[in-house]
């Protein structure tokens, strides 16, 4: 059983930083995609970002896209998300993702992740 655990949220001021790590263990095989998602308040569950495990392809969310930065390191199993100039509506629990396999799911939906992590706070103040 995978078990992703997230860490490095807090709280930051609108145009700061942070960076958000996710280690996965418990892996006896590659991972096909891992990522990120976000909720806020009230708000749907929304993608933000995927990296392809075996050749480091990234995608992004166009609210995003520019300013944060998804990598990983393979030797390790973890995946990091850089978050800069930071604005109030990334206040959100983010969430770390896995998809283990190909499937016909679009990367951006919840739904195509075999696992995923409890999630971590990040709250961004104007």
């Known amino acids: 059983q995978v078990q992703l655990v997230e860490s490095g949220g807090g709280l930051v001021q609108a145009g700061g930083s942070l960076r958000l790590s996710c280690a996965a263990s418990g892996r006896t095989f590659n991972s096909y995609v891992m990522g990120w998602f976000r909720q806020a308040p009230g708000k749907e569950r929304e993608f933000v970002a995927a990296?392809?495990?075996?050749?480091?392809?990234?995608y992004y969310a166009d609210s995003v896209k520019g300013r944060f930065t998804i990598s990983r390191d393979n030797a390790k199993n973890l995946v990091y998300l850089q978050m800069n100039s930071l604005k109030p509506e990334d206040t959100a629990v983010y969430y770390c993702v896995d998809r283990t396999k190909v499937v016909a799911t679009p990367i951006t939906r919840a739904g195509g992740y075999d696992y995923w992590g409890q999630g971590t706070q990040v709250t961004v103040s104007s």
């Open positions: 990296i392809w495990w075996s050749h480091g392809s990234t």
